[in-house]
């Protein structure tokens, strides 16, 4: 086998709580991570040239972002570089990225893309390492690249490294709506430091009503210590999720440091009234309707 197409997807945080911070700086976390059905969809190809690793990307579903390129700063190009620097015999890989998730929209498209240029480079080297390395490699390319490894419904804890997957598939209907402008994640941990949010949700109760697709229930205990800051940031997440709750959304929400809001709905049509609405509003650069999904990287590899 010397090529694989890999699918990297989304996140959303069904909840991020910052519990401490370490004495290197890093913030302690407890976050419910979902997978969406939104995803980069990564080609990855064995070459002939030792040690060479080379990408491109093409724009599918989302805005291009200038900032990004292709070189040596692109989180797939460190994440091949790191796996073929710890194979005993190293080969040239050339990647192809189809960018349809937003950039640092807090749906950790960047991360995802690591991982899945960890999982299939090591598919090609015949599974050479183990999950548990492969997610130790992951850690030292980013606090979500682990949960990004194998995804799903997960209880992310520590600084992302410390994984606990939940058996349950969440039947809810998701709207993503990203306005056009960012928030840089560190800017969004500086600003809620410095303004503690004294308002706490329920991690165990948001998990326990997923298990029981209990949506009104994880609204009332689902909380993000990032969200004041990603509002503060970025005013328009309030009249998104306006838009969103006075199209029946059960409870609408920032992801991670956000922008992206995501709304959950009971009913698709609601869904279609808001992304409607949404879309009349005009705050907003992507609107994307997606489910939970619970994904199996390798029976979807290609
Ligand atoms: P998270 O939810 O994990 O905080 P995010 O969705 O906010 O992540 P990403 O899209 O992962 O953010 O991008 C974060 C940064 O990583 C951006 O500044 C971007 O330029 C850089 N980056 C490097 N490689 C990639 C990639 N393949 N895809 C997206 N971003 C990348």
């Not at 959303?12 to 979902?34: A, C, E, K, P, W």
């Not at 349809?100 to 498209?109: D, H």
């Not at 909380?223 to 838009?243: G, Q, T």
Request: with cysteine; proline share 4%; net charge negative.
């Amino acid at each position: 086998m010397n090529q694989v197409i890999e699918k990297a997807y989304a996140k959303i945080n069904v909840g991020l709580h910052i519990t401490g911070r370490r004495d290197d700086g890093y913030h302690l976390l407890s976050m419910v991570m979902q997978t969406v059905s939104l995803y980069d969809r990564i080609g990855i190809y064995r070459t002939n040239e030792d040690d060479e690793i080379s990408m491109d990307m093409d724009y599918g579903g989302s805005h291009p972002e200038e900032d990004m390129t292709c070189g040596d700063d692109n989180l797939c190009v460190k994440a091949a570089r790191l796996i073929c620097s710890r194979l005993p015999e190293s080969h040239g890989y050339y990647i192809h990225l189809v960018k349809n998730i937003p950039v640092a929209a807090g749906m950790a498209g960047g991360s995802s893309d690591a991982a899945a240029v960890l999982r299939g480079i090591n598919a090609l080297e015949g599974d050479y390492f183990s999950k548990n390395e492969l997610c130790d490699m992951a850690l030292t390319l980013g606090a979500d690249v682990p949960y990004c490894i194998d995804g799903g419904l997960c209880l992310c804890e520590g600084i992302g490294e410390k994984l606990t997957p939940v058996n349950a598939d969440w039947n809810a209907h998701i709207l993503l709506a990203k306005p056009p402008e960012g928030v840089s994640t560190p800017s969004a941990y500086k600003w809620s430091d410095e303004h503690p949010n004294p308002l706490h949700g329920d991690i165990s109760a948001v998990i326990d009503a997923i298990k029981k697709n209990d949506n009104e229930k994880i609204g009332k205990n689902i909380h993000n210590d990032l969200e004041n800051a990603a509002k503060h940031f970025v005013p328009e997440i309030s009249r998104i999720e306006d838009v969103m709750d006075e199209n029946n959304a059960v409870f609408s929400r920032v992801t991670g440091s956000g922008p992206t809001v995501f709304g959950i709905f009971d009913s698709e049509d609601d869904r279609s009234r808001a992304a409607a609405a949404l879309r009349k509003s005009e705050l907003c650069a992507d609107i994307f309707s997606v489910e939970a999904v619970r994904p199996d990287y390798t029976a979807e590899r290609e």
